[in-house]
Nanobody
Framework: QVQLVESGGGLVQAGGSLRLSCAAS????????MGWFRRAPGKERDFVGG????????RYADSAKDRFTISRDNAKNTVYLQMNSLKPEDTAIYYC?????????????????WGQGTQVTVSS
């Protein structure tokens, strides 16, 4: 079992940056691929990006490419989402999730464990 807690959300102006963190409990964190998803108001939860268990592979949604970077520190049981050049359309609740799959899945059904989410609001 893995418990996930996101932090780092907040209010930022367009063009600004935020770094989200996701702290995991449990000694098996390094065996999970991790994903970041977001849910904008009135929309479904969408894949933002993911990282393999080793950190050697990453995958991003088109909306996140060239602006967002995912990294992880297995020694600290933490995964990060660095978000730069933020836009108002990035406003959403951001969730981290853990998956036992070897590949980085883009569908939320592939992730067994979820955090409670952290709100990101980008003002224009």
């Amino acid at each position: 079992q893995v418990q996930l807690v996101e932090s780092g959300g907040g209010l930022v102006q367009a063009g600004g940056s935020l770094r989200l963190s996701c702290a995991a409990s449990g000694r098996t964190f390094s065996s999970y691929a991790m994903g970041w998803f977001r849910r904008a108001p009135g929309k479904e939860r969408d894949f933002v990006g993911g990282i393999s268990w080793s950190g050697g592979n990453t995958r991003y949604a088109d909306s996140a490419k060239d602006r967002f970077t995912i990294s992880r520190d297995n020694a600290k049981n933490t995964v990060y989402l660095q978000m730069n050049s933020l836009k108002p359309e990035d406003t959403a609740i951001y969730y981290c999730a853990a998956s036992k799959l070897l590949s980085i899945a883009t569908i939320d059904g592939a992730y067994a464990y979820w955090g409670q989410g952290t709100q990101v609001t980008v003002s224009s």
